[in-house]
T-cell receptor, first 114, second 112 residues
């Protein structure tokens, strides 16, 4: 299996621009998670989906952030408008319901907002 | 609210010098405690899941143990390739299924 795939791997944008991060989970996994990692706050859960339905979005920092999962093999995390404080590494992870609760992480997208 | 505290923040070892990393947690009913390894520029890589106090799991030079308040990751005779950040996470019974709370991590450096 190819594992969790994220794109782009690096994104540099200017404040105010829209940013879209993409994730393809492992085939057959029921859950998809979006995390953000910074030096100050560590790894934080933003939102997660079960069978394409958002379950908990309490970690989404504000209305500028939105996430969708139109089908079982694709999800997006959008920031509009972006701000310098959004600079971080964003990870996507997926999990199979009968898979001993193990989440498998993608390689991450390093976002820099200038 | 679930909380996870890892110590030390950073640990430097000589090759072959065994040691332990600590993960203290506060949860409302533990569903599972997870250890991950993260190399620079990469996503966390799963190591172990522990479900109940007294449980132990081993993988090569790593051994994870669990009590009602903390978990230890024991590293026996480490090698330079064990250098990484080790993350601990918990899934509490009071949270939605699948939701993990991570600690800040311990940065391990093993010198040859």
């Amino acid at each position: 299996d190819a594992g969790v795939i994220q794109s782009p791997r690096h994104e540099v944008t200017e404040m105010g621009q829209e940013v879209t991060l993409r994730c393809k989970p492992i085939s057959g996994h029921d859950y998809l998670f979006w995390y953000r990692q910074t030096m100050m706050r560590g790894l934080e859960l933003l939102i997660y989906f079960n069978n394409n339905v958002p379950i908990d979005d309490s970690g989404m920092p504000e209305d500028r952030f939105s996430a969708k999962m139109p089908n079982a093999s694709f999800s997006t995390l959008k920031i509009q408008p972006s701000e310098p404080r959004d600079s971080a590494v964003y990870f996507c992870a997926s999990m199979r319901l009968a898979g001993a609760d193990t989440q498998y992480f993608g390689p991450g997208t390093r976002l820099t907002v200038l | 609210e679930d909380q996870v505290t890892q110590s030390p923040e950073a640990l430097r070892l000589q090759e072959g010098e065994s040691s332990s990393l600590n993960c203290s947690y506060t949860v409302s009913g533990l569903r599972g405690l997870f250890w991950y390894r993260q190399d620079p520029g990469k996503g966390p890589e799963f190591l172990f899941t522990l479900y109940s106090a007294g449980e132990e799991k081993e993988k090569e030079r790593l051994k994870a143990t669990l009590t009602k308040k903390e978990s230890f990751l024991h590293i026996t005779a480490p090698k330079p390739e064990d250098s990484a950040t080790y993350l601990c996470a918990v899934q509490g019974g009071g949270t939605s299924y699948g939701k993990l709370t991570f600690g800040q991590g311990t940065i391990l450096t093993v010198h040859p």
